[in-house]
Nanobody
C-alpha cells in the first residue's frame, strides 16, 4: 500500500502561482510513476503531469505545458507541482497518484492506469 497526501491548494487570482505538494508513505519502493491529475465539476479527470522518480523523466498535459513544473525530493518522498501563470480554467480539485507498474509514456496521463490516490486539494483561480 502507498499513501499519498496532497497539500498547498488555495485561492489565487489569474496570473498567480501555487505550489502543490504530494507526500508519499508506505511501500513506496515499487512506485514507478507519480502523477498529478485534476477534476473540475462535471468534467472527467484530466492528467496534468507525471514524473518517473527513478530517472526523472516528465510528461505534461497540453493545457499546462510551459506553465506547470513537476519535480521531486526523493529524500523527503515528496513530489511537487509548481503552477505559474494560473488561469480560471485551472480551477479544479487536484489529486496526486502513484503507479506501481512500468508502462509506455503514452499511458502516463491516463487516470485509470494509476493504483493509489490521495484525497485531493482544491485550487481556485479567479479572474
Amino acid at each position: 500500500q502507498v499513501q499519498l497526501v496532497e497539500s498547498g491548494g488555495g485561492s489565487v487570482q489569474a496570473g498567480g502561482s501555487l505550489r502543490l505538494s504530494c507526500a508519499l508513505s508506505g511501500y513506496t519502493y515499487n512506485t514507478r510513476y507519480i502523477g498529478w491529475f485534476r477534476q473540475a465539476p462535471g468534467k472527467e479527470r484530466e492528467g496534468v503531469a507525471t514524473i518517473a522518480p527513478g530517472g526523472g523523466t516528465t510528461l505534461y498535459g497540453d493545457s499546462v505545458k510551459g506553465r506547470f513544473t513537476i519535480s521531486q525530493n526523493s529524500a523527503k518522498n515528496t513530489v511537487y507541482l509548481q503552477m505559474d501563470a494560473l488561469k480560471p480554467e485551472d480551477t479544479a480539485m487536484y489529486y496526486c497518484a502513484a503507479k506501481t507498474s512500468y508502462s509506455s509514456i503514452n499511458s502516463w496521463l491516463i487516470a485509470s492506469n494509476f493504483d493509489y490516490w490521495g484525497q485531493g486539494t482544491q485550487v481556485t483561480v479567479s479572474s
